[in-house]
Structure formats: C-alpha cells, structure tokens
C-alpha cells in the first residue's frame, strides 16, 4: 500500500501564507490612507481656487475689506491645512512603501515553502515509484523461481 505524502512544516506554511494574507490586508490599507490624504490635498487646493474665484471683483465693483481679510485668514488656515496634509501623504507613502516590502517578502516565505512542499511532494511520489518497482520486481523474481522450480 501506498504511503501517503505528509508535509511536516505545513503549519509552518499555513502560518506564512496567514501572514502573506495580512500583509496583503496592511497593503490595501496604506494605499487607501494613502489615496485619502490625496483626496484631501486636492479638496484643499480645490478649495483655495474656489476663494481665489471668489475673491475677483468685477468691473466696476466696489472692495469689501472685511470679506478680504476674512478670506486673508482663511488663506491662512487652509496653507497650514495643506503642510499638515503634506505632511500626512508623506508618512502614508512611507508607510505604503514599507507595506509593499513587507508583502514582498512575506510571499517570499510562503513561496518559499510551498515550493518546498512541491518538490518533496515529487521526491516522495519518486521514491514511492521506486518502492513500488523494487517490489514488483521481487515478485516477479519470486514468481520465476516459482514456476521454473
């Protein structure tokens, strides 16, 4: 009868195949915090243009200083708003770059060892073909001396 294959370090795969899972969970992540501080540098901008916009007097069209300088500080606001989400992109493209590695080689490790698997899996069906040739051989060895007896 043939014996059956069993891989020793499976928990070990299943483990590192987890990990590959999370770390593929960890990539998502950062590229969505990533594309978040994005979205919010462009609201900003999108922002800033649309007081620009506002801030264009028509022909004709007499200044209203208090609507300036509140728009002057507001200006303000929204320049702090854009260093703190500079700020914000750079740590998420740091930690999107730092998850990216972190998957790279966590499918190494799982690759790794399903590969491992794969080859001994081979080995082992080699080695069992071998078993199985020797005794097919031996019966037929038994059987001549048998029938010539």
């Known amino acids: 009868m043939a014996a059956r294959f069993h891989f020793r370090l499976e928990p070990l795969r299943k483990l590192r195949e987890a990990l590959e899972r999370e770390a593929e969970r960890h ?84 690759l790794m060892l399903v590969r491992l698997k794969e080859r001994r899996a081979l080995q082992h069906a080699q080695e069992q073909q071998l078993r199985e040739a020797l005794a097919m051989d031996e019966l037929a060895i038994l059987r001549y001396h048998r029938e010539s007896a």
């Open 27 to 110: 990539l998502a992540r950062s590229i969505q915090a990533e594309q978040a501080a994005r979205t919010y540098l462009e609201a900003l901008s999108a922002e800033r243009t649309a007081l620009f916009e506002s801030r264009r007097l028509a022909m004709g069209e007499a200044l209203n200083l208090d609507l300036w300088r509140a728009g002057e500080r507001y200006l303000v606001v929204l320049e702090r708003r854009q260093v703190e989400g500079y700020e914000r992109l750079r740590t998420a493209s740091a930690e999107l770059a730092a998850a990216r590695e972190s998957l790279a080689l966590a499918h190494r490790n799982h």
